[in-house]
């Protein structure tokens, strides 16, 4: 999924917007049949990585967790008003590759943007931290993660069979 925020607002790869995300995940991620499996935060949109038990599930999970954002955000930037567009933009995964190259854009999105980043770092804006994916093995964060454990086996053990994500690799067009 990919979330935008309205134009003027300030950069969400910040600190005080990015804590004040990191919260609302936390608390957002798992609720209704609803999970949020990985996340990166640009500067004026997000994606996401999630499970639904259903339609409805996605519906209200993600209404739940956009709210919780919004709130979280406004908190932070002390203002009131609209976030969000009112439209994001979904796209069902259903084979272990279209898995595993979600997570690789997803996770590395950064990386295709030129973003900075440290060689070999995972990227400080996603739940890279806590993904156990990784080529080569990543330390995993220290912090109590802002996501939901997967449950699905095309995210839990389909995507593996496509080859584990390097840290570095850029991935293409989405």
């Not at 005080?16 to 957002?28: H, K």
């Not at 990166?40 to 919780?68: C, P, Q, T, W, Y």
Request: no cysteine; hydrophobic share 40%.
């Amino acid at each position: 999924m990919t979330l935008r925020v309205i134009r003027g607002l300030p950069r969400l790869r910040r600190g005080s917007a990015y804590r004040a995300l990191r919260a609302a995940f936390g608390g957002g991620s798992e609720r209704f049949g609803f999970r949020l499996n990985q996340f990166a935060v640009m500067n004026d949109h997000f994606h996401l990585i999630v499970e639904a038990d259903d339609r409805r599930a996605l519906s209200r999970g993600l209404k739940g967790l956009a709210v919780r954002m919004a709130r979280a955000l406004n908190g932070a930037w002390k203002r009131k008003g609209r976030v969000f567009f009112e439209r994001y933009h979904e796209h069902v995964l259903r084979t272990p590759r279209e898995v595993r190259n979600a997570l690789a854009y997803v996770l590395n999105n950064a990386r295709k943007h030129r973003a900075w980043l440290r060689p070999g770092a995972v990227d400080p804006f996603t739940s890279g931290s806590w993904f156990d994916g990784w080529r080569g093995g990543i330390a995993r964060g220290q912090t109590e993660p802002s996501i939901a454990p997967a449950r699905t086996w095309l995210q839990l053990v389909g995507w593996r069979r496509h080859g584990l994500i390097d840290v570095a690799e850029v991935p293409g067009p989405r």
